[in-house]
């Protein structure tokens, strides 16, 4: 089916451990983001990437990594884990803005 | 950098009434978006404004832009129930990547 599909759904990792969040595009837009969402901050963003092998920084990068070797993929990487990452982390992507912007269902990340 | 703040940030209204939410941003972009949030969902959207006096509806909401003013807004008619959700506005970067920044969210709760 097309659309933008995040992976796992639910996660719960111990602090200090890596974990990475999936994420997947049908439509081959160019554009993708890595969003996190707390309470009382909105959505903030990660990181973000033009193209294949474009990535840069967003508003918060630290302690993430990614990388887009193909443009319908964009994973998240915590490198090690802390309470703080606990968050709901959401996938988007676009083409060039004029249709709007289309969100993955999210994925609820516990830091324990 | 781009700043956009949102207010209220809680609304608490009757069935019926009519109420309008503001969106204000700091720097020049001409995209600026709409989103809705049910709790524990994705975010839904709701409109793309494009231009300066954009103007849109869609049943009971209506979302209007002032690129001049840096303000959107998004106005609820007699409002119902099944309106109770969050809402955000979101605006473009005007430069590379069409990053998107958002407002901190409303909620919404419209009461019998």
């Known amino acids: 089916d097309a659309g933008i599909t995040q992976s796992p ?3 719960i990792t111990e602090t200090g451990r890596q974990v990475t969040l999936m994420c997947h595009q049908t439509w081959s837009h160019s554009y993708m983001f890595w969003y996190r969402q707390d ?3 909105g959505l903030r963003l990660i990181y973000y ?3 294949a092998d474009i990535t840069d920084k967003g508003e918060v990068p630290d302690g993430y990594v990614v990388s887009r070797s193909k443009t ?3 994973p998240l990487t915590l490198e090690s884990a802390t309470r703080s990452q606990t968050s709901v982390y959401f996938c988007a992507s676009t083409e060039a803005g004029l249709r709007g912007y289309t969100f993955g269902s999210g994925t609820r990340l516990t830091v324990v | 950098e781009l700043k956009v ?3 209220p940030l809680f609304l608490s209204m009757q069935e019926g009434k009519n109420y309008t ?3 204000n941003y700091s720097t020049t972009s001409d ?3 709409w989103y809705r949030q049910d709790p524990g969902k994705s975010l839904e959207s709701l409109f793309v404004l494009l231009s300066n006096g954009a103007v849109k509806q869609e049943g009971r909401l209506m979302a209007s832009l002032d690129t001049k003013a ?5 106005h609820i008619t007699a409002a119902v129930h099944d309106l109770s959700a969050t809402y955000f506005c979101a605006v473009a970067d005007t430069g590379t990547a069409s990053k998107l920044t958002f407002g901190t969210g409303t909620r919404l709760q419209v009461t019998l």
């Open chain 1, 9 to 11: 759904r639910y996660k």
């Open chain 2, 5 to 7: 703040e949102q207010n």
């Open chain 1, 49 to 51: 990437s033009a193209a």
């Open chain 1, 72 to 74: 319908e993929n964009f």
């Open chain 2, 21 to 23: 939410i503001y969106c």
């Open chain 2, 31 to 33: 995209r600026l978006y």
């Open chain 1, 39 to 41: 309470l009382g901050h």
């Open chain 2, 70 to 74: 840096r303000l959107s807004t998004l």
